[in-house]
């Protein structure tokens, strides 16, 4: 009984017991976190122990600071950031894949054809008609050509023809820069929150170092000691 008890221990900050691997020492909090915490809690004490979800909440708490110093208030696409670092998300994402699920079928038949219009195989196409339709026109006289020179029918044709594709084209290079916008967001999304996870590890290893120096002070002291009573023997 006393075994099980001794696993767990008190959050200092939502006050519930929680087992020893859901919580962290109170001395290995330090930098601007601690000041919040401490703020927040004046019978905050080095001895006691914290648990990650608050931790947590209180790193997102200070990110959210340092953020509004630097950038001001924050806008909805750092509020996502601060989110996606209190929870530990993933903010990355496929965006072709994302948008392109969000697309209709008129708008998946105009990037197809404005895929086509730009491309080598319509203009060899299109250069194949046109020589075949002069061909017959001009050469096959005595056939009776159904669109004689100036070839009227033909200009009308390619007339009607660039009406039609130029909107559809514009329709997909609409959509083209949608989807670059929806792309320069996640890039600067995943940026920030990069540089924030860098502040973080930075804070962390200044945790460790300061710490480790304390250890070795500590052991240094423990070493200083020995040798003096040892030397208190010998004399």
């Known amino acids: 009984m006393n075994t099980r ?5 008190l959050c200092q900050v939502c006050k519930l017991r929680k087992p020893l691997p859901e919580l962290l020492s109170a001395k290995l909090v330090r930098g601007g976190v601690l000041r919040l915490i401490r703020a927040d809690h004046t019978d905050w004490t080095d001895e006691g122990y914290i648990c990650f979800t608050c931790l947590n909440q209180y790193r997102s708490n200070y990110v959210r600071q340092l953020m509004e110093k630097d950038l001001g208030e924050l806008d909805d696409l750092e509020q996502e950031v601060v989110s996606s670092l209190q929870d530990n998300a993933l903010l990355s994402e496929n965006i072709n894949e994302e948008y392109d699920q969000s697309l209709s079928f008129g708008d998946r038949i105009a990037d197809k054809v404005a895929e086509f219009g730009g491309s080598w195989k319509f203009i060899i196409w299109f250069g194949v008609i046109l020589a075949i339709w002069i061909i017959i026109n001009t050469v096959l006289v005595l056939a009776g050509p159904f669109d004689p020179y100036p070839f009227i029918l033909l200009n009308l044709i390619l007339s009607l023809l660039a009406a039609i ?5 514009m329709m997909s290079q609409n959509r083209q820069e949608d989807r670059d916008r929806i ?3 996640n890039d600067y999304q995943v940026n920030l929150k990069s540089e924030m996870e860098v502040r973080i590890v930075n804070e962390k290893l200044d945790q460790l170092l300061h710490q480790e120096m304390r250890r070795f002070m500590e052991v240094q002291q423990i070493q200083m000691e020995m040798l003096n009573e040892l030397r208190d023997k010998v004399v």
Do not use: D, G, M
């Open 165 to 169: 594709q130029a909107p559809i084209i």
């Open 5 to 9: 008890h001794s696993q767990n221990a």
């Open 183 to 185: 792309r320069a967001e």
